[in-house]
C-alpha cells in the first residue's frame, strides 16, 4: 500500500504567470555566475527553493551519518556529503548520498541511475522532506530514501517508490530508533545504529 503523507505546507504561488526552469537552464545560470555557491538554494520541480541555514545538529548528525555509511558500503559504491543530483526537473542536495562507483567516474552530477541511498537530515525542514522530497526521489526512482528526523529522534526509512509526478511515493515507510539496515540493490550490507547518527 503506498504511502500518504499530508500535503507540504507553502507560500502561496502568485496568480500571474510565474517561470520555471528546466535543469539545463539552472546549470546555465550557475555556469554564468547568476547563481553561486554562495546563493543557498537548489532546484525543485523546476522551482528555485531556498535551502534552510544548517544548525550545529543538523551538521553533526550529517557528518556522523556519512561516517557510518562510509564504514557499511561495499567495494563499488561511494558516500557523499550535499552535493547536487540531476533529477527531471529537480536538482537536490541531499545531506548524504551513496553513489555508484567513485568519484573520479563522475565529471557531471551523478543521476537517479548513478544514486541507491539518499538521505535528508531533518529539522526544520521535516515536512518538505516527507512531502516534496519524498515525491522528487520517489519519481526518479531512487530506490531507498532515509529521513534523519532530528525532532523526534528516529530513522524513517522509505523504499520500493511507486507512481509518477504528482503520485510518485515510496510503498513502504519502516521507523527505526535503535538500529536499521543498509541495503544495496536489494542486498543488507550492513547496520547502522540510529542513536550514533544524532
Known amino acids: 500500500m503506498a504511502i500518504r503523507l499530508p500535503p507540504e505546507k507553502s507560500m502561496a504561488v502568485p496568480n ?3 517561470w520555471r526552469l528546466s535543469v539545463e537552464q539552472y546549470h546555465d545560470m550557475i555556469a554564468a555566475g547568476i547563481l553561486t555557491e554562495d546563493d543557498p538554494v537548489e532546484l525543485l520541480e523546476g522551482w528555485l527553493v531556498t535551502k534552510m541555514p544548517k544548525n550545529r545538529p543538523h551538521s553533526l548528525s550529517t557528518q556522523l551519518t556519512r561516517e557510518s555509511l562510509t564504514r557499511i558500503v561495499p567495494d563499488g559504491w561511494y558516500v557523499d556529503d550535499q552535493e547536487p543530483i540531476t533529477l527531471g526537473d529537480s536538482e537536490p542536495e ?6 555508484r562507483g567513485n568519484r573520479r567516474d563522475y565529471t557531471e552530477q551523478p543521476t537517479s541511475k548513478d544514486v541507491i541511498l539518499v538521505v535528508e537530515v531533518s529539522d526544520a525542514t521535516l515536512q518538505r522532506d516527507r512531502t516534496l522530497k519524498l515525491r522528487i526521489y520517489a519519481d526518479a526512482r531512487i530506490p531507498v530514501y532515509w529521513i534523519l528526523n532530528l525532532q523526534d529522534s528516529q530513522l524513517e526509512i522509505y523504499a520500493d517508490p511507486t507512481g509518477t509526478g504528482e503520485n510518485a511515493t515510496y510503498r513502504q515507510r519502516t ?12 542486498r543488507e550490507v550492513g547496520r547502522v545504529v540510529v542513536g550514533d547518527l544524532f
Open 16 to 18: 500571474y504567470p510565474i
Open 94 to 99: 541531499p545531506d548524504v548520498i551513496v553513489v
Open 175 to 186: 521507523i527505526y530508533t535503535s538500529d536499521a539496515p543498509v541495503v544495496i540493490e536489494g
